[in-house]
C-alpha cells in the first residue's frame, strides 16, 4: 500500500517538474495562435524568423494583376514539393494570366476568389493561422499570401522522392499480390482505395507527435466497423502526447490494451490486400506517414498464425498449414522445458530403450541439463541477434562457424549432451515458422525452462496455466483476445485453426460486429455439368 | 488499466516467484547420470533362514562422444547381488554400494527363483506393489533353478540378458507354450480366494558347452507358494482355456504320415451353470482356426472330406489337451483357470455358500469341453510333392 | 451487437464450465471404489440423481427470490442474525472444500509424480496461479470452461480406446455384492463431495452472464460430467475388476496400463495434466464464491481484497488438514459423505422449509386479514 502510493508520488512529481521544464526552454512553435497580418511582409518576416531561414524554406515574391499592382508572396520548402507544379500551376497563372483578369477594387475582399479562379491546382484552401501555415509547408504545400489580405490560401503541391511500390521484405507470397505499402500516407491509401472501392470507406485524418507532426490516418468502413471501437481508437490517438512518432511499432505501444503483456494486441501488416480485408471484417486500420506497416485494430490471438496467402491457396493445405503453425508454436516454446522436465524429473515417462541412450550421452557432461539448456538457448539467441546486424558477406561465414562448427566440438568435448543440441535446433527453427510471434516465444520458452528446472512437469503446467490466464483476460479494443476458442463461437472456427473452404465462411466475426454480418451467400463449388450424377 | 496498479502486482509476483526458484533447490530433480536404470530384478533364496538375494540388473552406459555418428553405443549390464531379510533394506544397500540411486520404473522383469518361490512369495512381491516407481506391467517368471543364473546367460540378440528374456516371452506368442503374465495379473490371482497363481518358467539348458536361457512351461502356485509346474504342452491346455493362445502349431499322426497344422487364431468361452442340484458346472467351448502348415504323407488332404477328417482329429488333439491340464490341475487342488472366480461374479448369492468348499468341487468339478475347428487354407500348395496316387480305402 | 455482452459468459460456456466442474473431482474417484468396489456405477447413478433433486430445491429457491445471492436469500428467509450465521456455515463448508481439493491435488502429486518435494512448493504455485485468475476477472475462468471439459472429454475418449484390450467385461460383475450400509455409504460420499457442490456454480453465475433461467443448462452441464464420472468408473471397473478395492488410485494405475504398440505408453503425464488444470477451474470457482459469500456476509464493497487472503489461508489451511495421505482417504471414505450432507442437503432443505412455511403463514395471513 505505502510502496503504491510512494510510485504514484514519484511518478507525478517528476512528470511536474519535466513539464515545467519545458513550458521554460522552447516554447512550442506550432502552439503559436497568432493570425496571419494583412502586411505581407510582416507574414514573411515572421515566417522566416520561426524557420530560422532555413536552406530549404523558400519565399518567392511577384506582383500581380495589371500594372503589377498587388504583391503577392509565395512560400514553401523545397525538396517537399513538385516544382513542375509550382512554377506552371501556381506561378505562371499568377504572374502572367492574372494580369487579364479585372482586380476587385477593394483589394480585402474577394481577392481569394480570384486567385482561386487562376490557380489551376486541384486542391486549395484558406487558411488564416500562422500555425496553420507552418503545418502547410511543412507538409509540403504551398502558401500564398497576398498584401492586404489577411487570409492565405494554402495549394496541394507536394510532390518528394519516395520509394516505389516494391514486394514487401517481411511477408513474401507465393500466390498473391506483390504490392507492399511504402513510406507515401497517401500512396497507402490509394492503394487501399483501389481495394475498396466504396463509398463506405472511410478516412479521418490526425496529426501526432509534438516535434514530427506525422499525419495518422484512421481507416474504416462506415457500415461495418463497430462505432464503438472506432471511438476507441480515436480516443487513444488522441491521448498521445509525445515528441516524435517514427513507425508505426510506437503507435501499436500507443494504443495497445496490455502493455506489459508480451502478446501482441495490435496486428501490423505491411500489404494492402491484408488490411482490406480486415476493414471488410469490421476492424479498423491506423496508417501512418513515414512507415509502410499500418497498424489494424482489434486482433484476436489466432491471427498470429494466419498469414495473407491462406486464402489463395486451396484450403486444405492451408488447413494443414495452420494446423503445423499452431504445432511449431508449441514445439518453440516447449521443446526444451520438456526435454529437461522429461530428463530430470520424469524419466519413466521416456521409453527405456530412449532412456538408455540418453543417460549414455549424459555421461561425462558436467553441467545438469538446466543449465545446458538455458546456456544453449542464450548462444542461439547470440547467433541470431548477431547474424541479423552482420552484413552479408561475412553472414555466411558465421552461420557456418557458429552452429555447426561450434555445436559439434561442443558435443564432442563432452560439454553438451548430443540429444540437447537437437532439441536446441528444432526449437529455433519452429521459432520462426511464427513470425509475429517469434519474440513472444523467446521469452515464453525462458519461463518455461526455468519453471521446468525447479519443478518439472508440474512446473511446465503452472507455467502454461500462467500464460492461459493472462491471455483469457487479455482484451483487445473490448474483445476478448482469444475468441473464438475462449468465448466459443462454433461459426469462427472455421478460419481459426483450419481454414474452411471460402464459400463455407460466409459470416463476419462474431465478435468484432454485429451489423452486417453477411459476407457471402453460401453457394457449394460448380458441379460440372457434363459429368455423371 | 492503472500502470501503477499492474506494475506493483507485477512486482510481486515476480518476488514471489523468484524467491520460490531460488529456494527449491528442485528436489525431485534427478541428473540422468546420478541414476541406474533397473531393468530386471530376482530374488533368490538366501544362505541363510529368512534371509534373501536380491539381484538387480543394471543398465550400464558407456560415455558418450567420440565418433558423434557411431549409433547408439552398446550398454553393458551389471548384476548387482546383496542379501537381506526384505527387499526394502536390500535396496538401500544397493544404492550405496553403487554411489547412485536404484531406478525402478523402467524395471521389466521380476524373476522369483525356485527355491524361494517354494516358500512364497507374497512377502517379498509386496515392495513391487506398493512402490509408486515400480510399475504393473512387469513382467514375473519362476526359474527353474536360482534367478540369479537366469539372469546372467549370455545374450542372444539384445544388450541385457533380462531383455532377451521379456523378447523370448513375447515370441513365445508364436508356440504358446509359455503364458505371459504381468504383475497385475498375478496380484488378481493372489487376492482371490480361489484362483492359483501361474507364472511362465525360465530354464537353463546347455547347449554344447555353452548354456543359455529357455523361457517354455508354466509354474503353478498355491496361495503364493510355487508348487508345481506344467511342460510346453501342457501349458497350452492351460491357454486354450483361457483364449490366450496365439498360434502355434498342432501335430499329429494322421493316416500314413503327420500333418502339422498352423494355428492362426483361437477363442474360448467359458461358462459357469449351476445345475438344479447345486452342483457347479463349467462350459468351455473353443473355437479355433488353422491353416494346414506341413503334411508328411502322400495323400492329396485338399479335398472337403480330408479336411473334415482332420478338422476332427485336431479338435480331438486339442481336446485332449484341455482335458490333460485339465486333470493335472484337479489333482493338484489349484484353479489356475479362475473358475471359482467366475462362479463367484455370475452367481454370488450362492457363492457365498461355496467359496469355503471350492478346493472339494474344483476336484470334482464337471467341465464340458467343445472344441470347433475350421481349416482354413492348404498354403501354396494343394497336393504334396509326389506324384499323384489313388486314395486308399 | 456484442459489445455491452463482451464480459458475459455465452450460455454455452456455461453449460461446459458447469460440467468441467464436476468433471474435476471425476478423476479422484478412489473414495468410492474403496467401498463400492464393482458396483460403483450403480452408486454413480444414484447418487447423480440425489444430486438432482438437492438442485431442483436450490433452483427453485433462487428462482422465488430472484436477483439474490447466497447471503440475501438466507437473510430472507431466516431473518438477519440467523440467516447470517447459516450462510458463514456456508463459507465455512466452501473454506473447507477449497483446502481438501487442494490436499487431494496435493497429495496425488506427492505420492506418484513428485515424491521428495515438500507440499507447499506444490500448492503455492498453484494457488497463486488461482488468487491472479480470480483477481482478473472470473469470467476469463469461465471461459476456458468449454476449453478444459474439451480437452478432458478428448482423452477420456482416447484413453477408453487406448485401454479396449485390457477390458474384461466379466469384470463388471458381481453387481451389487454390497450390504445395504456399504452401498449408502458409497453412494453418500458420492453424492455430497463432488456432485453436491455444483450449488457453487450456481452463486457464481450473476457475476458472468445475465442468463436469467439457466436451470437446464445447469442440469445439462451436470449431466455431462455425471456421464463422464459414470464413464470413467465403468472403465475402471472393466479394466481392474476385483483390484478395485485393493488400488488407491484405480484411474490413475488404468492409465498406467496403456500399451499400445509400445508406442503408447506411460500417459499418466497426460492425466496427471488433465487433472491439475480441471482442479485448477475448480478451485477458481470455489475462491471466487467464497470471496464473495465472505464479501456478502460483512457487506464489503468488493470481493478483490479478499481473494489473495484466502487463498494463502486456504492454502496453509491445506497443509495441515491431515496429517496423513491415508487419514485423508479414510476422511474421504467414511466421513465425508456425512459432512457434506449436512451443508449441502440439510441446510438446503431447511431453506427450503423454513421459506414454505413462511409461505403458508403468508397465505393464511392474507386469507384471515
Not at chain 1, 512550442?28 to 530549404?56: F, P, R
Not at chain 1, 503483456?261 to 491484408?274: G, L
Not at chain 3, 474403496?34 to 429457491?61: D, E, K, M, N, P
Request: proline share 5%; aromatic share 8%; net charge positive.
Amino acid at each position: 500500500m505505502l510502496k503504491n502510493m510512494l510510485n504514484k508520488l514519484s511518478l507525478y512529481l517528476m512528470n511536474k517538474q519535466l513539464n515545467a521544464e519545458q513550458n521554460k526552454n522552447n516554447p512550442d512553435a506550432s502552439k503559436i495562435n497568432e493570425a496571419l497580418s494583412k502586411s505581407l511582409q510582416t507574414n514573411l518576416n515572421n515566417l522566416k524568423t520561426i524557420m530560422s531561414s532555413s536552406n530549404d524554406f523558400i519565399v518567392r515574391e511577384f506582383s500581380l494583376g495589371l500594372n503589377q499592382g498587388i504583391h503577392a508572396g509565395l512560400v514553401y520548402v523545397d525538396g517537399l514539393t513538385n516544382s513542375q507544379t509550382i512554377n506552371e500551376s501556381i506561378i505562371e497563372p499568377l504572374m502572367y494570366k492574372s494580369q487579364m483578369v479585372p482586380l476587385p477594387k477593394d483589394k480585402n475582399i474577394g481577392i481569394e476568389q480570384v486567385m482561386q479562379s487562376l490557380l489551376s491546382v486541384g486542391e486549395v484552401k484558406e487558411i488564416a493561422q500562422i500555425d496553420e501555415a507552418i503545418d502547410a509547408f511543412l507538409n509540403g504545400d504551398t502558401v500564398l499570401m497576398v498584401d492586404g489580405c489577411p487570409k492565405a490560401l494554402q495549394i496541394s503541391t507536394r510532390g518528394w522522392e519516395k520509394r516505389g511500390i516494391t514486394e514487401p521484405s517481411t511477408e513474401t507470397v507465393v500466390k498473391g499480390p506483390r504490392e507492399g505499402f511504402t513510406e507515401s500516407i497517401r500512396v497507402n491509401t490509394s492503394l487501399l482505395r483501389r481495394k475498396l472501392k466504396n463509398p463506405d470507406f472511410t478516412l479521418e485524418a490526425l496529426t501526432i507527435g509534438r516535434k514530427t507532426r506525422t499525419v495518422i490516418m484512421i481507416a474504416y468502413m462506415k457500415n461495418l466497423a463497430d462505432e464503438n471501437i472506432v471511438q476507441m481508437v480515436r480516443d487513444r490517438l488522441k491521448k498521445i502526447d509525445t515528441d516524435s512518432i517514427f513507425a508505426a511499432g510506437y503507435i501499436q505501444e500507443y494504443i495497445g490494451d496490455a502493455p506489459f503483456s508480451p502478446f501482441p494486441t495490435t496486428h501490423y501488416s505491411e500489404k494492402p490486400d491484408v488490411i482490406a480485408a480486415r476493414l471488410l471484417e469490421g476492424r479498423v486500420a491506423v496508417l501512418t506517414d513515414g512507415t509502410p506497416f499500418v497498424v489494424s485494430v482489434p486482433m484476436f490471438f489466432m491471427e498470429c498464425f494466419q498469414t495473407g496467402e491462406d486464402y489463395y491457396v486451396s484450403y486444405f493445405f492451408a488447413s494443414v498449414m495452420r494446423v503445423l503453425r499452431y504445432v511449431s508454436f508449441g514445439i518453440s516454446v516447449l521443446a526444451p522445458a520438456i526435454y529437461v522436465a522429461l530428463t530430470t524429473f520424469h524419466q519413466e515417462l521416456v521409453p527405456t530403450k530412449l532412456l538408455i541412450s540418453m543417460a549414455s550421452a549424459r555421461e561425462g557432461v558436467p553441467f545438469p541439463a538446466a543449465l545446458e539448456a538455458i546456456v544453449l538457448l542464450l548462444a542461439f539467441e547470440i547467433i541470431r541477434e548477431a547474424g541479423i546486424r552482420l552484413p552479408r558477406p561475412v553472414g555466411q561465414a558465421i552461420s557456418i562457424v557458429g552452429a555447426l562448427v561450434m555445436g559439434q566440438s561442443a558435443v564432442q568435448a563432452g560439454l553438451v549432451g548430443a540429444p540437447l543440441v537437437i532439441v536446441v535446433a528444432i526449437t529455433a527453427v519452429s521459432n520462426f515458422v511464427v513470425p509475429t510471434l517469434s519474440d513472444v516465444a523467446t521469452q515464453v520458452r525462458f519461463l518455461l525452462l526455468l519453471l521446468a528446472a525447479s519443478m518439472g512437469g508440474y512446473g511446465i503446467v503452472i507455467g502454461l496455466l500462467l500464460m492461459l490466464v493472462h491471455l483469457s483476460s487479455l482484451t483487445s479494443y473490448g474483445v476478448p483476445y482469444l475468441s473464438p476458442y475462449a468465448p466459443l463461437h462454433p461459426r469462427d472456427l472455421k478460419d481459426s485453426f483450419i481454414r474452411a473452404p471460402l464459400w463455407m465462411m460466409i459470416s463476419r466475426p462474431t465478435a468484432l460486429a454485429g451489423k452486417d454480418r453477411k459476407r457471402r451467400n453460401i453457394t457449394a463449388p460448380v458441379k460440372d455439368p457434363t459429368s455423371k450424377p | 488499466m492503472n500502470t501503477h496498479a499492474v506494475r506493483h502486482f507485477g512486482i510481486r509476483i515476480a518476488a514471489i516467484l523468484l524467491s520460490l526458484l531460488l529456494l527449491c533447490g528442485c528436489w525431485n530433480r534427478r541428473e540422468l547420470d546420478t541414476m541406474s536404470i533397473v531393468l530386471g530384478c530376482g530374488i533368490d533364496k538366501g544362505e541363510k533362514p529368512g534371509e534373501i538375494n536380491l539381484i538387480c540388473q543394471i543398465e550400464k552406459p558407456s560415455p558418450a562422444g567420440g565418433e558423434g555418428g557411431a549409433g547408439a553405443p552398446a550398454a553393458k549390464f551389471l548384476n548387482v547381488v546383496n542379501k537381506g531379510t526384505d527387499v526394502f533394506t536390500i535396496l538401500r544397500d544397493c544404492n550405496s554400494q553403487l554411489g547412485r540411486k536404484l531406478y525402478f520404473p523402467h524395471n521389466q522383469v521380476l524373476i522369483f527363483g525356485e527355491d524361494f518361490a517354494k516358500e512364497g512369495i507374497r512377502k517379498q512381491l509386496d515392495f513391487f506393489l506398493r512402490d509408486p516407481e515400480t510399475r504393473m506391467t512387469v513382467m514375473v517368471f519362476v526359474a527353474m533353478g536360482k534367478a540369479s543364473e537366469a539372469m546372467n546367460q549370455p545374450t542372444v540378440m539384445e544388450g541385457a540378458p533380462v531383455i532377451d528374456i521379456v523378447n523370448m516371452l513375447q515370441s513365445q506368442e508364436n508356440t504358446s507354450e509359455a503364458p505371459q503374465i504381468e504383475v497385475l495379473d498375478l496380484l488378481t490371482a493372489l487376492i482371490s480366494p480361489t484362483t492359483s497363481a501361474v507364472a511362465p518358467l525360465v530354464s537353463i539348458e546347455k547347449d554344447g558347452d555353452k548354456t543359455k536361457s529357455v523361457v517354455a512351461g508354466t509354474g503353478i502356485f498355491k496361495g503364493d507358494k510355487l508348487v508345481s509346474a506344467l511342460n510346453g504342452v501342457e501349458t497350452r491346455g492351460f491357454l486354450w482355456v483361457k483364449g490366450k493362445v496365439k498360434s502355434g502349431i498342432i501335430n499329429f499322426p494322421f493316416m500314413d504320415g503327420d500333418v502339422s497344422l498352423e494355428i492362426i487364431k483361437a477363442k474360448s468361452k467359458v461358462k459357469p451353470i449351476l445345475l438344479p442340484d447345486g452342483t457347479p458346472m463349467v462350459k468351455v467351448e473353443v473355437t479355433e482356426t488353422s491353416n494346414l502348415g506341413a503334411q508328411n504323407s502322400m495323400i492329396d488332404m485338399s479335398s472337403v472330406e480330408m479336411m473334415n477328417m482332420l478338422e476332427n482329429r485336431s479338435a480331438e488333439v486339442i481336446k485332449s489337451e484341455i482335458l490333460y491340464t485339465l486333470q493335472k490341475t484337479k489333482v493338484l487342488g489349484t484353479d489356475i483357470y479362475g473358475f471359482g472366480d467366475l462362479f463367484h461374479q455370475h452367481y454370488h448369492k450362492e457363492w457365498k455358500a461355496m467359496e469355503d468348499k471350492w478346493k472339494d468341487l474344483y476336484r470334482d468339478l464337471k467341465v464340458e469341453v467343445t472344441v470347433k475347428t475350421q481349416l482354413n487354407a492348404t498354403g501354396k500348395v494343394t497336393r504334396p510333392a509326389y506324384p499323384p496316387v489313388q486314395k486308399q480305402g | 451487437m456484442n459489445t455491452a455482452a463482451k464480459d458475459q459468459i455465452s450460455s454455452r460456456d456455461l453449460l461446459f464450465s458447469a460440467a468441467a466442474y464436476v468433471q474435476a473431482s471425476s478423476l479422484l474417484t478412489a473414495f468410492i471404489t474403496g467401498t463400492l468396489r464393482q458396483s460403483s456405477w450403480v452408486g454413480t447413478v444414484a447418487a447423480y440423481a440425489l444430486a438432482l433433486i438437492l438442485l431442483a430445491i436450490l433452483l427453485f429457491l433462487f428462482k422465488r427470490h430472484p436477483g439474490m445471492g447466497l447471503v440475501q436469500l438466507n437473510d430472507a428467509v431466516f431473518g438477519k442474525v440467523a440467516g447470517r450465521i447459516v450462510s458463514f456455515c456456508y463459507f465455512f463448508f466452501i473454506f473447507t472444500l477449497v483446502s481438501l481439493n487442494i490436499g487431494d491435488l496435493n497429495g496425488f502429486l506427492n505420492s506418484y509424480i513428485l515424491s521428495d518435494t515438500p507440499p507447499i512448493a506444490i500448492v503455492v504455485p498453484l494457488m497463486l496461479v488461482c488468487v491472479i485468475a480470480v483477481r482478473k476477472g472470473i469470467d476469463s475462468v469461465f471461459r476456458l470452461g468449454p476449453l478444459f471439459s474439451a480437452l478432458q472429454i478428448i482423452t477420456l475418449i482416447l484413453f477408453t480406446v487406448m485401454l479396449i484390450p485390457n477390458m474384461k467385461p466379466a469384470n463388471m460383475l458381481p453387481v451389487l455384492d454390497l450390504t445395504p450400509k456399504e452401498f449408502w455409504q458409497g453412494t453418500n460420499t458420492l453424492y455430497s463431495l463432488p456432485f453436491g457442490d455444483l450449488f457453487i456454480v450456481i452463486l457464481a453465475i450473476p457475476a458472468v452472464s445475465n442468463i436469467k433461467n439457466y436451470k437446464s443448462i445447469i442440469f445439462k452441464g451436470f449431466t455431462i460430467g455425471a456421464v463422464i464420472t459414470l464413464l470413467i468408473v465403468i472403465t475402471d471397473t472393466l479394466v481392474l475388476g476385483p483390484l478395485l478395492s485393493n488400488i488407491t488410485l484405480p484411474r490413475f494405475l488404468s492409465i498406467r496400463l496403456i500399451n499400445v504398440a509400445d508406442v503408447f505408453t506411460r500417459m499418466d503425464i497426460v492425466y496427471a495434466y488433465v487433472l491439475i488444470v480441471l482442479r485448477y477451474f475448480k478451485l477458481c470457482v470455489l475462491l471466487y464464491v467464497c470471496s464473495l459469500l465472505l464479501a456478502q456476509i460483512f457487506e464489503l464493497k468488493s470481493y478483490v481484497p479478499l481473494v489473495s487472503t484466502l487463498g494463502i489461508l486456504t492454502a496453509i489451511y491445506s497443509l495441515f488438514l491431515f496429517r496423513s495421505g491415508s487419514e485423508s482417504s479414510e476422511w474421504a471414505a467414511n466421513t465425508a459423505g456425512i459432512y457434506g450432507t449436512f451443508f449441502n442437503t440439510l441446510l438446503p432443505l431447511l431453506t427450503f422449509i423454513v421459506y414454505l412455511i413462511q409461505l403458508l403463514l403468508k397465505k393464511l395471513k392474507a386469507k384471515t386479514s
